[in-house]
């Protein structure tokens, strides 16, 4: 099992930054996807970025460019750092966390609570 608490949200004016922070309760030197999702008024829960334990990244499309995840195994911190934020960026964030067995088995799925993100045009 893993907790995860995710900070930093807050209101902000659209074309500034944010930086989220995700704080696991063990390591994650063994989770294999760290991910930010996030959901909007409305809308389904959508993928934001993931990031996998060897380090590689992958975004959505309508965050690539201004939007940065990096994890921290060492602090056990998934961060995202949020660019030239605009009004549809405006949503709850989640961290999640998903384990993978060798044989490609998802053996565990976890969850933040949220934060929420709020950027003003």
């Known amino acids: 099992q893993v907790q995860l608490v995710e900070s930093g949200g807050g209101l902000v004016q659209a074309g500034r930054s944010l930086t989220l922070s995700c704080a696991a309760s063990r390591s994650i030197s063994t989770i294999t996807t760290m991910a930010w999702y996030r959901q909007a008024p409305g809308n389904e829960r959508e993928s934001v970025a993931f990031i996998i334990n060897t380090g590689g990244t992958s975004y959505a499309d309508s965050v690539k460019g201004r939007f940065t995840i990096s994890r921290d195994n060492a602090k056990n911190m998934v961060y995202l750092q949020m660019n030239s934020l605009k009004p549809e960026d405006t949503a709850v964030y989640y961290c999640?966390?998903?384990?993978?067995?060798?044989?490609?088995?998802?053996?565990?799925?976890?969850w933040g609570q949220g934060t929420q993100v709020t950027v003003s045009s």
């Open positions: 999640n966390g998903k384990i993978y067995s060798r044989a490609g088995v998802r053996t565990g799925d976890y």
